[in-house]
């Protein structure tokens, strides 16, 4: 016989010489090259057969065997005549050698042919190390035929429970399970077949005893062959690694609940990844229960409470319908939980159901057919903030001490992932709040439009942005539509929305057109970067610098006027909007968009439209064409889809707002989502009424009574006696400080409306009078009968209006 791999694996592979290997039974169990040179018979004729065959004479072989007489030990020598293959025979000289393979039981012999003195103490000094190699434990050896039958093995080639002490002739199949049996065979043909030596195969190798246990193996094989290359058999090492591997699949286990714990700042996503990595990989069944004021961004009570009630927030694996998600259970929060201590369950099929001594709690029978569980608390800081536990049912391995361990491991580094999480949605919350206190209401009703908005805040794991939305009203029954974004997300992003919006609501107050409103908004911006930046540049105690990154915002700003339908509006690096127009076209607006608010040194360009009545608005964030989805013309034109589907020309918007952002992932955004609205309205031709009156004083009675009709016709009559007034100062303002043609208008809305127009630009000032003076107290008449007053610049000139409230219907 000869090894393919090494010529030392088997003590006959290495000699010349004639000589056969002979068990306890006189068979011939292997036949060297030599031999079969000298006897021209062939190996596989020969073993398995009587060593008895080979003799002229097949009676003379007790006559061999009572040469050996004292001397046996040592082997004896003698001669005898063979048969030939050619059928002649041969007298030649023998020698046999006592082998006493412990392995076999009886005392195996070796017949060697025509050996010399010095070969034989070699075979026996081989036989020897062959003879330790196997009797050795560290490793399973095994010799295979070339049907896979095993021909010998060492007792220590599958060591558990199950196993045969006589493995001689057996299949793997005759004591291990059917599939790992053939998962093993399979390999081991492999290598039968091509002669490629098997490396580090690992395997699960289970006994027809033990179908729970079973170990892991690494199997090495190479194939055992003819000196003319025919196979003969396969040697393999079988090495138990089970330990190793249970080790190395502990470790992988902790790293990836390690890993899935850090992926998010929400406590639920958390608590759910967490689950989806225990389950089926370490239990059959996971779940996680957390205190009802974690939730919220709340602390559990650390003193002074036995028990805590916990509701389920996640669950994995199998026969998830009986561990379902918001059930409340009761916890020891005692000092057993408070010292982070588990709690193992086993035998869960032979224990009782209820109150006992013998009792299996309540919370290890909640998954039908388990029969072993374990639960570990969340503990950080002393704090219990809820439990984990598992469950192991059907031909799972029972749980033990060790998994116990791992688990109490996974639960505290969970305990500090949820804690972490805690905190954070608290200090979300907070921000949230204080966000949606700086927005304005979300649904609004002018003359000019009708407007709804809707704001829908980024995941918990990049936290609240500063998206703002705003309408505001203007004189003369036109109003202003604001959208912006701030940089950044966090508290600092939210105080700066305020800052901006606030900002933004004053200089819309003074009637300033929206690229230079956005120009005074962008120098505002400018001045808090130089403000923060020299604040953490000059003062050492003036704390780390603001996170998020630059100050910095986008922002459309727009004007609509009711009465002439115009609409003016002004990018500072913002999204365009969408016009929805009355035929059911969308389109979106041809504007110029300018840096965003903080850069500086560029100018903003104004854009006029004109609107049909009728038509809707559509201002938005980029938070709702860029999700990740694709480009942001791609999400422009999925946002035109979705305004016609939501058929905002014909539906209430605050209905349709909804609408156009269902299928959005709830909770799962990376940016803050803003929506706003607005169909705009026209003002009746007939309730406006405008005169041009020339620069001469004595006009002002004739316009006195031009207010008078109109109101008399609008049946206003209750505040003619008030607009009178206001007309009559407003008029002679104009003439004596302007001159030049006057233009006087009427406008009937939510509110009257009186605007004298002029061609001077200076704004009028109202002052306190002296008791002395004569004149000085228009404007302070105007203010006391005005809802409000003020003035705006004109292209001509300038526009001083007044409202007052119209009277109840």
Not at 398 to 419: C, G, K, S, T, Y
Not at 429 to 446: E, H
Not at 540 to 563: F, I, M, R
Not at 798 to 803: I, P
Request: glycine letters at 10%; one cysteine or more.
């Amino acid at each position: 016989m000869r090894a393919t791999e090494s010529n030392q694996d088997y003590p006959f592979a290495v000699t010349n010489t004639a000589a056969a290997l002979l068990d306890a039974a006189g068979t011939i169990v292997a036949w060297t090259p030599a031999a079969e040179a000298l006897l021209e018979r062939r190996s596989a004729d020969v073993c398995g057969r009587p060593a008895r065959e080979l003799l002229a004479d097949a009676g003379s072989w007790q006559a061999v065997l009572a040469q050996g007489g004292q001397g046996e030990q040592e082997g004896w020598e003698g001669r005898a005549t063979l048969r030939h293959g050619s059928g002649r025979e041969l007298e030649i000289g023998f020698r046999v050698i006592p082998l006493n393979d412990g392995a076999r039981g009886d005392a195996a012999r070796c017949l060697v042919l025509g050996a010399p003195l010095e070969l034989v103490a070699q075979w026996r000094q081989d036989h020897a190390f062959t003879h330790e190699l196997f009797l050795q434990g560290r490793v399973g050896l095994a010799v295979f035929d070339a049907e896979l039958r095993l021909q010998r093995t060492n007792t220590h080639l599958l060591p558990y429970t199950g196993v045969p002490v006589d493995l001689n002739g057996r299949r793997l199949a005759d004591f291990l399970w059917a599939e790992d049996a053939r998962i093993i065979d399979d390999r081991l043909r492999e290598v039968l077949h091509s002669g490629v030596p098997l490396i580090g195969f690992n395997t699960i190798a289970r006994t027809l005893d033990d179908p729970r246990g079973g170990r892991v193996v690494t199997i090495q094989a190479f194939r055992l062959q003819e000196p003319d290359g025919r196979p003969m058999g396969v040697a393999a090492v079988f090495t138990d690694v089970t330990e190793h591997e249970r080790a190395r699949g502990r470790l992988d286990l902790l790293y990836r609940a390690t890993g899935a714990l850090g992926g998010s700042l929400s406590v639920l996503r958390t608590v759910e990844d967490l689950v989806e990595v225990l389950a089926p990989t370490f239990g059959d069944c996971a779940a996680v229960d957390l205190a009802e004021t974690v939730l919220t961004g709340g602390e559990p009570p650390a003193e002074g409470h036995l028990t805590l009630p916990l509701i389920r927030m996640a669950v994995a694996g199998a026969e998830t319908d009986a561990l379902r998600t918001g059930t409340v259970r009761l916890t020891a929060a005692g000092p057993g939980a408070r010292e982070c201590r588990g709690e193992l369950v086993t035998g869960l099929g032979t224990r009782p159901a209820g109150p006992g001594d013998n009792a299996a709690p309540e919370w290890a029978t909640t998954v039908p057919g388990a029969h072993s569980a374990m639960t570990a608390p969340l503990c950080a800081r002393g704090i219990v903030f809820g439990g984990l536990t598992l469950w192991r049912r059907g031909d799972s391995a029972p749980l033990e001490e060790d998994d116990l361990a791992l688990l109490e491991e996974i639960a505290a580094r969970a305990a500090v992932a949820v804690d972490n999480a805690r905190r954070y949605t608290k200090e979300r919350r907070t921000a949230l709040g204080l966000q949606r206190s700086l927005l304005p209401p979300a649904t609004s009703d002018t003359p000019a439009l009708e407007s709804a908005s809707l704001y829908l805040p980024a995941d918990a794991d990049s936290g609240v942005g500063g998206d703002w939305f705003d309408v505001i009203p203007l004189s003369s029954a036109r109003v202003a539509l604001v959208v912006g974004d701030v940089a950044g997300h966090g508290l600092h992003a939210t105080a700066m929305m305020g800052r901006l919006r606030s900002a933004v609501r004053a200089m819309a107050d003074l009637e300033l057109e929206p690229e230079e409103l956005l120009a005074h908004v962008d120098d505002m911006v400018l001045q808090v970067v130089a403000e923060v930046e020299g604040d953490h540049s000059d003062d050492g105690d003036a704390g780390p610098p603001l996170p998020g990154g630059p100050v910095g915002a986008t922002c459309l700003y727009a004007v609509y006027d009711p009465v002439t339908r115009n609409c003016v509006m002004a990018s500072a690096g913002h999204p365009p909007p969408a016009v929805v127009g009355p035929d059911g076209t969308v389109e979106y607006v041809d504007l110029s968009p300018g840096p965003p608010l903080g850069v500086g040194g560029w100018p903003f360009e104004p854009v006029e439209r004109e609107l049909p009545p009728g038509s809707v608005l559509a201002l938005y964030t980029d938070g709702l064409i860029e999700r990740g989805e694709g480009d942001v013309d791609q999400g422009m034109r999925d946002l035109a889809d979705r305004l016609l589907r939501a058929d905002v020309l014909d539906r209430p918007l605050r209905q349709a707002r909804h609408d156009i952002v269902e299928g959005l992932p709830p909770g799962r955004l990376r940016d803050d989502v803003t929506l706003l609205l607005a169909r705009t309205r026209v003002v009746d031709v007939g309730s406006i009424a405008t005169w041009q009156l020339d620069a001469d004083p004595a006009i002002v009675g004739e316009a006195r009574h031009l207010v008078l009709d109109q109101l008399s016709a609008w049946d206003l009559d209750e505040l003619a006696f008030s607009t009178e007034l206001i007309v009559s100062e407003l008029v002679t303002n104009a003439i004596r400080h302007a001159g030049g043609p006057v233009r006087l208008r009427l406008i009937r809305a939510d509110t009257l409306t009186c605007e004298v127009s002029d061609s001077s630009n200076t704004q009028p000032r109202m002052r306190r009078a002296r008791s002395s003076e004569e004149g000085g107290r228009g404007l302070y008449i105007v203010a006391q009968l005005s809802h409000r007053w003020g003035s705006r610049y004109t292209m001509g000139g300038k526009t001083v209006w007044s409202e007052q409230n119209l009277p109840p219907a």
